[in-house]
């Protein structure tokens, strides 16, 4: 039960605006992952950055087990498999930025597309993380069960192989 896992990874492009500029990051989003992306409305309107109420302006794939876990390594690839600590929250999730698109391994440039950044979240967790998602009778994660910092770190430098700077 005190094994760690990868439970998932999330990767996210945030375009600003909907419309065409929109689909094109879905199709570069679709290409990636191999999985079809959903899009995410803006949660309150920024007259400064033109973005309305419930406008669509961002698209996000989650990725499980093994597919999750290979998209990884890729991304880790892309950023010189090397993050900083201050990447990593105190629950055992960690993030970072890949700037363009086409640093990924075995991605190739199309221009009708464009480039793309992309923030890359990956969630760890133990067996039994369950009862906090489940329907009936959710619960909190013990304290001594949950992930810290240090033990994020040191799998994912294990088992990726990813140093880890000081920030």
Do not use: W
Request: with cysteine; glycine share 10%; hydrophobic share 35%.
């Amino acid at each position: 039960m005190r094994v760690i896992r990868l439970a998932k990874v999330t990767v996210h492009i945030n375009v600003g605006k909907s419309g065409e500029m929109l689909e094109k990051a879905r199709k570069v989003l679709e290409e990636i992952t191999g999985q079809k992306p959903c899009t995410k409305q803006a949660k309150r309107t920024i007259k400064e950055f033109g973005i309305r109420e419930g406008e669509p302006i961002a698209c996000l794939t989650t990725l499980r087990e093994e597919r999750g876990a290979s998209f990884l390594k890729r991304g880790l690839e892309a950023v010189g498999n090397a993050l900083k600590a201050s990447s990593f929250d105190e629950n055992g999730n960690f993030a970072f930025g890949i700037k363009e698109h086409i640093e990924i391994p075995g991605t190739k440039y199309v221009p009708e597309l464009g480039i793309f950044g992309m923030d890359v979240i990956g969630t760890l967790e133990r067996p039994g993380y369950r009862i906090k998602r489940r329907r009936i009778r959710p619960a909190l994660i013990g304290k001594s069960h949950r992930i810290t910092k240090q033990e994020a770190i040191k799998f994912v430098s294990e088992k990726f192989g990813v140093q880890i700077r000081e920030a």
